[in-house]
């Protein structure tokens, strides 16, 4: 059993116990206290369920959930477990459901989560079934407590968890509604299994000084390059951020060729319209990464958009939901190149591919790192906004929120 005290030996942010990836006591106090904690975690997009009875399955942490719209138009959360037997009570992804019914006993409940029937709970002829003191109301499914921003789901299992706009700053705020100005539009989904801890993801989507070095595709083609103007956004609770950058080149290339990166080569694109794009945000910004603690990536690259939710599925592994989305407005050129684009982001996209590889990369190393850490300096020791994105002062800031909430 690990001693949560010595887990991490100092009072800063720069050296990462390596324990923190592989413990299974770790991950159990993880799900106890972040994902059923005081933290807001994306379930999915409101247009994903837009008519009463219209529900969707998803997880909040590795815990399954059912997202629905009640019949009174407000959406309600569950538990996805039945109370009698403990099996999964939904099944499909999406679907409509007057009420929702187990197919082991046929233990069935309405939107709300309250049970209301029980197949054969007077008996057969007379004998068995439940006993007198038996009360429907007291077997209800554990509630999830909603919140809704610019048409993202969150929920929480701790219903005195702060009101999301608190929980997520002002500058957090602003950056979501950026990127989901008006009604949204799914335009297709891929899950993506990563043989790693989530937690290394969360980290990697909160660096934005591996970007130019790692992915090939964003030096080559100059979609993104350290040397190009832009920012870090780190929240005041340290666990949520914002990575952004312009198209314009401020200088600083000479860096690059001094550095010979393997992200730098002659490579060419045969069809270079996929690098097009328009200014939809009005603003000049090209890419935004945007992450709400524990488990929620907003991502913009050009007109690519996109909501990550990181799912744990245990100490080393975690599937990432990619949801892909548009507007309702807009036109058919804009709607071809947002597809277009989407060949950036995924398993094999040609930016996001490396990501799935190096996170498995730290998890195939971790044998033998007992007492040891990584280390965190790049930018300073401190978890707030910089102006460079020479930085990982985001990580900083999620391992900041993350030992608040774990207590270690």
């Known amino acids: 059993m690990t001693e949560m005290a010595d887990v991490w030996v100092d009072d800063g942010l720069t050296q990462v116990p390596y324990a923190v990836y592989d413990d299974a006591e770790i991950y159990a106090r993880e799900r106890a206290r972040l994902f059923q904690g005081p933290t807001w975690n994306v379930l999915g997009l409101e247009c994903e369920i837009p008519e009463p009875g219209d529900y969707k399955t998803t997880h909040l942490g590795d815990i399954p959930v059912v997202l629905v719209r009640g019949r009174d138009g407000v959406l309600k959360a569950f538990e996805n477990r039945c109370a009698h037997r403990g099996a999964l009570l939904c099944l499909e992804r999406f679907g409509n459901a007057k009420t929702f019914t187990c197919v082991y006993h046929a233990w069935s409940y309405n939107h709300d989560g309250d049970l209301v029937g029980v197949a054969f709970q007077n008996g057969v002829k007379g004998e068995g079934g439940m006993p007198d003191t038996f009360r429907r109301e007291d077997h209800g499914l554990t509630r999830v407590k909603i919140a809704v921003l610019a048409g993202l789901v969150f929920g929480s299992f701790d219903w005195q968890v702060p009101a999301l706009e608190d929980y997520l700053g002002p500058d957090i705020v602003a950056r979501i509604h950026r990127v989901l100005p008006r009604p949204v539009k799914v335009l ?109 990536v907003l991502q913009q690259v050009r007109n690519n958009l996109v909501v990550r939710q990181i799912v744990p599925r245990g100490v080393d592994k975690a599937d990432i939901v990619w949801t892909n989305y548009g ?70 800031g999620f391992w900041k929120a993350y030992r608040k909430l774990m207590d270690i």
């Open 327 to 396: 507007f309702e407005d807009d036109d058919a050129e804009l709607a071809d190149l947002r597809l277009m684009q989407a060949n950036f982001i995924g398993p094999a996209g040609y930016i996001s591919m490396e990501d799935g590889a190096v996170g498995n990369f730290i998890q195939r190393a971790l044998p033998g790192t007992a007492g040891e850490t990584s280390v965190v300096l790049m930018g300073g020791e401190d978890a707030a906004s910089q102006g460079s994105r020479a930085t990982e002062t985001s990580i900083r």
């Open 188 to 296: 297709g989904y891929y899950t993506q299994t990563m043989r790693n801890n989530w937690k290394l993801y969360a980290e990697n989507v909160r660096d934005p000084y591996h970007a130019s070095i790692l992915h090939l595709f964003f030096t080559t083609f100059r979609v993104n390059r350290l040397s190009q103007k832009g920012g870090i956004i780190v929240s005041e609770n340290g666990g949520h951020h914002v990575s952004y950058s312009k198209l314009e080149q401020s200088g600083g290339d000479q860096d690059y060729d001094a550095a010979k990166l393997r992200a730098d080569s002659e490579f060419g694109l045969k069809e270079p319209g996929i690098l097009g794009g328009r200014d939809e945000f009005n603003d000049g910004i090209t890419l935004q990464i945007l992450s709400v603690f524990p488990n929620l």
